[in-house]
Every structure is written in C-alpha cells, then in structure tokens.
C-alpha cells in the first residue's frame, strides 16, 4: 500500500452510540496495519443518544472529524455529507452498526490498487430477512434497472470502496432527493464486486423499518425509472381497445342479434376501474411532480450544526 496515499472511512451514524467504540477499535486496529494514513469522518444524522458524547472521548486516541447534523435528514444525506467533507484518496463507505465486517476492507484496497475506481460488496443471501421484504427488494430492483438506462446491482448496499474520481463524480450531481445506489450506477468507472455476509448487528435495531424502505423505493424508483410513466399510456391504449372492440360487440348485439344488453352491472365496473385507475395514474404522476417541487426549491441536501475537527488529514486543496 503506497504511503503517500490517504484513506477515509465514512460512516453515517444515526443513535448508534452503543455500537461505535467497537468500530472505532476495529478501524484503529485495521489503520494501524495499513502503510496509509487515514481518518473516520463520523455523520451523526441527528442522533438523540450519546453519538456526540462517544465521538468526543475517542477523538484524542484516533484521526476522527465528527460532523452533526441540524437533525435527522437520512442516510442518503448523510452519505452525501461525509462524501463532501472527506480528505482521503479513497474512502469507504461502512455503517456504524458493524454489520459491515471490517476483515473485507484489506480485500476492497488490494482490487483498488489492481485498478478498480469502485469496489461494492454484493450480500450472497437474504434468506434471513422475512419474506415480505425480500420479494419487496427484488421487486423494487427489476422495476428500477428495467425502465432506466443502467444496471443497479441487487443485494449490493453502501458497504462500498469510491476512488477520489469517484466521489468528486458524485459531488457533480445536483439532485437533492439523492438515491445513492442509483448514483453509483449512474456515474459507472471500473467496478469490482466482493460477495460477503453481514455480521449480526452488535446492538439495538434497524432504524430502516417498511415505511423508510417503502419511501426510499419509491424515491429510486422515480429518480432513475420513467417506465411507471410509460406504464400508464400503455395502460391508457389498452383501455382504448378493448373500450373500441366491446362497443362494437353491443353494436352488433343490438343490432344484428337483436338482444338488449343489460348495461348497469356493466356501466358500474367500468366506471369504477377506470376510476380506481385515473387515481392510480394521478398518483404515479404525484410522485414524480412531487420530485420536481423538492429539486426546484433547492433547498441544500443537509445542514451542518457542529463540525468537530480531529482528522489527521491535510485539507484538500
């Protein structure tokens, strides 16, 4: 590992207090084994616990630069924030709740230094979620990757390594409701990919619950999917024929066979499906207009109310 290189470690934390000295020995013990010097830049995303507290006791002892947050605005947003304010060559992306093990780390630098500008982890098996979700995100990433232009991997997360190209190709984005796994497939570069399996979370509960992976989902699907869009013309020119062909099936019938159509029934579900189906229209269109109303405030992704400066790193410049 070349000494001349720097490495930084983000890592968004929101009420992960009890979870960060174990990180933070786990990092201190993986950099003193790296020939590069490197920094953890900890995104405290409106905690309510002793995030800060923790922070401070072990700033003296590591290279660390806490940065809290005016409250808690996401973990795209928090991402986004320790992208913006790292110093390193490369950093990695890792969460504070030591599901992401550290022993790939060594891996993710050996290909970066063979050449690859990202390295991304691939989960080898969800079989431990419930069933619910997992039909839910595969579901979710065929819809994504089959109406945008790219390819989203499944089952890969945040646990990533970005070149310094990289990050500095993210920052160039300017969206502000920010689906990150979107955006590492959009900007491309030379990718390699580590299957791994994550660790047992070492305490409390995941603060991504069906709602916040509902919102999410929807958030990606809108930022790099047109095909809910193309969805409803088709649904629109299908409606239209069969409306065409059974206009013409009464037309006959009264007609040439001389029977009444009994039309009540008929005229009930007809204007109840295509009621139910303007809503959903309007619906799906809500959504992407709602995306337009957040980008065109342009509102900033996230605000700063502390920034605390331990890191061993020089600034860039």
């Not at 470690?9 to 009420?15: M, S």
């Not at 928090?78 to 790939?104: K, S, Y």
Request: net charge neutral; charged share 20%.
């Amino acid at each position: 590992m070349s000494a001349d290189k720097t490495l930084s470690f983000v890592v968004p934390a929101f009420n992960e207090a009890a979870n960060l000295p174990a990180l933070f020995a786990a990092l201190s013990e993986l950099s003193g084994q790296l020939a590069m010097k490197t920094e953890i830049v900890l995104v405290d995303d409106g905690s309510s616990d002793d995030t800060a507290a923790v922070a401070e006791a072990w700033m003296p002892r590591i290279s660390l630069r806490y940065l809290a947050l005016s409250r808690n605005f996401g973990k795209e947003a928090g991402l986004t924030a320790g992208l913006e304010n790292c110093r390193g060559d490369v950093a990695i992306l890792i969460d504070a709740d030591m599901q992401h093990p550290v022993a790939v780390i060594p891996e993710m630098l050996r290909l970066w230094q063979g050449g690859a500008e990202m390295v991304l982890t691939v989960r080898q098996d969800r079989h431990q979620e419930p069933l619910p979700k997992r039909i839910f995100t595969h579901a979710f990433y065929r819809l994504v990757n089959f109406g945008a232009n790219l390819n989203v991997p499944e089952n890969a997360g945040d646990f990533r390594l970005l070149d310094r190209k990289v990050i500095d190709a993210l920052l160039l984005l300017p969206e502000r409701n920010r689906f990150m796994k979107g955006l590492y497939a959009w900007v491309g570069y030379r990718t390699a990919i580590i299957p791994y399996m994550p660790s047992p979370r070492l305490s409390g509960e995941s603060h991504f619950h069906f709602w916040k992976l509902l919102s999410l989902g929807f958030s990606g699907i809108t930022a790099f999917s047109a095909f809910p869009l193309r969805l409803i013309s088709l649904l629109g020119i299908a409606s239209a024929v069969v409306s065409f062909f059974f206009g013409l099936s009464i037309i006959f019938a009264h007609y040439f066979e001389h029977e009444v159509v009994p039309g009540w029934a008929t005229i009930v579900v007809a204007i109840s499906f295509f009621a139910s189906a303007q809503l959903i229209a309007t619906g799906i269109l809500g959504e992407y207009l709602a995306r337009v109303y957040e980008e065109v405030k342009r509102r900033p992704t996230y605000l700063v109310s502390r920034d605390v400066d331990g890191s061993h790193l020089p600034p860039r410049p």
